[in-house]
Nanobody, 127 residues
Framework: QVQLIEAGGGLVQAGDSLKLSCTVS????????MGWFRQAPGKEREFVAA????????TYADSVKGRFTISRDNAKNTLYLQMDSLKPEDTAAYYC????????????????????WGQGTQVTVSS
């Protein structure tokens, strides 16, 4: 049973940076597509970024492209989301998600393609 634990959220000011982490336990996550999603109060959960298990493929939501960077350290079983130039509209609970796949370059932006989710970490950006 794979478990995902997010960390690194907090309260920052607009323009600041923050780095989220998602530690995977239970199994090696080397063959997992990993993604980040977020949900603001009163809004639907939305896709942020995803990374293939090989690290060769990434995809980002247009709203974060150029500001956020997704990465992984397979040796540490950890996924990261580096968030720069944060804006108040980035305020949300951030969730990491995982799904195992055979294909090394597969990435998913749809939430229903993932079968394992973390509990989330809150990011609040003040103006």
């Amino acid at each position: 049973q794979v478990q995902l634990i997010e960390a690194g959220g907090g309260l920052v000011q607009a323009g600041d940076s923050l780095k989220l982490s998602c530690t995977v336990s239970g199994r090696t996550f080397s063959y997992y597509v990993m993604g980040w999603f977020r949900q603001a109060p009163g809004k639907e959960r939305e896709f942020v970024a995803a990374l293939s298990w090989s690290g060769a493929s990434t995809t980002y939501a247009d709203s974060v492209k150029g500001r956020f960077t997704i990465s992984r350290d397979n040796a540490k079983n950890t996924l990261y989301l580096q968030m720069d130039s944060l804006k108040p509209e980035d305020t949300a609970a951030y969730y990491c998600a995982a799904v195992e796949t055979y294909y090394s370059s597969t990435v998913y932006s749809r939430a229903d393609r993932y079968d394992t989710w973390g509990q989330g970490t809150q990011v609040t950006v003040s103006s």
